[in-house]
């Protein structure tokens, strides 16, 4: 069974940072792309920031030069900074998994961690 568990949320005052942590553990072959998305309330789940297995990271252009994503193995961290009460939301991380060397690649979801932002 994979589990994707999170970490790091809370209440920041706009302009201060926050950290949030990722861990991916269970049976499993491979990690590939891991990611944190967010979701504001009434609003769609959107696209935070990626990192590969190879390195290679991908950020939302609302985030860019204030949030950093980093990786380390099966972990993974986003360091925020700079907040804006814009930054609210509930924060999920994903992982796409494979559980055998001829397994397809499939989306693991966290539970969630809220961050909030106060003006």
């Known amino acids: 069974q994979v589990q994707v568990v999170e970490s790091g949320g809370g209440l920041v005052q706009a302009g201060g940072s926050l950290r949030l942590s990722c861990v991916v553990s269970?049976?499993?072959?491979?990690?590939?792309?891991m990611g944190w998305y967010r979701q504001a309330p009434g609003n769609q789940r959107d696209l935070v920031a990626t990192a590969t297995s190879g390195g290679n990271t991908n950020y939302a252009d609302s985030v860019k030069g204030r949030f950093t994503i980093s990786r380390d193995f099966r972990k993974i961290d986003l360091q925020m900074n700079g907040l804006t009460p814009e930054d609210t939301g509930l924060y999920y991380c994903s992982a796409s998994v494979r559980n055998s060397p001829v397994g397809r690649d499939y989306q693991q979801w966290g539970q969630g961690t809220q961050v909030t932002v106060s003006s």
């Open positions: 269970g049976s499993i072959f491979s990690v590939n792309t």
